[in-house]
């Protein structure tokens, strides 16, 4: 795995060591030693399916809030999206500023969100699939969001959203004081 510093400071895009032959292709999306060469020692709990059936649906910007922040690994097996995180963490050199990258079935790239972010994503395929690997639990309690359209952020969105949830809409805006 090649692990690619991005402007945020511990969030990863992650480029796979792929292997193809005769019989297809073989790649490792995780190991326990490669990971602590950037510091992460936690343990994955939680994994996720994420299936979309439409291209422009958009989910985000979701995170947990303390004591149940998590850690996040995100890979694209089916399809193609726009993936964000926004670094929230207040005293940060880049509280609010948001990273974006494309991961696809193709370039098998991930993104390694650490705790202190939210993650969203806008698909730009119809039939697109995430599988999402976590550090914690969900839990709804501790559940929050923000607008995936607050100028604060603003953020570069490479389409239109057509499919979002009610809840994604009516997230607060950012509150700078």
Not at 16 to 27: C, P
Not at 65 to 83: A, H, M, S
Not at 153 to 168: G, L, M
Request: hydrophobic share 40%.
């Amino acid at each position: 795995m090649n692990f690619i510093d991005t402007e945020l400071q511990g969030l990863y895009l992650i480029e796979l060591n792929i292997l193809k032959d005769d019989r297809g292709l073989f790649a490792r999306t995780y190991c326990k030693n490669e990971f602590a060469s950037i510091g992460f020692a936690k343990e994955f709990v939680q994994m996720n399916h994420s299936i979309n059936n439409k291209r422009g649906t958009l989910r985000g910007m979701h995170f947990q809030l303390p004591p149940v922040q998590e850690t996040k690994l995100i890979r694209c097996v089916v399809g193609k999206v726009f993936d964000v995180a926004i670094d929230l963490r207040k005293g940060s050199e880049t509280y609010l500023k948001w990273f974006g990258a494309e991961l696809s079935k193709d370039n098998m790239k991930m993104i390694f969100i650490p705790e202190g972010f939210a993650h969203g994503f806008i698909t730009l395929e119809d039939n697109t699939e995430l599988i999402y690997c976590h550090t914690e639990f969900y839990n709804p309690a501790f559940e929050s969001g923000i607008r995936h359209d607050d100028s604060t952020i603003n953020i570069q969105w490479p389409i239109e959203a057509v499919i979002i949830s009610e809840k994604d809409k009516n997230y607060s805006l950012i509150k700078l004081n």
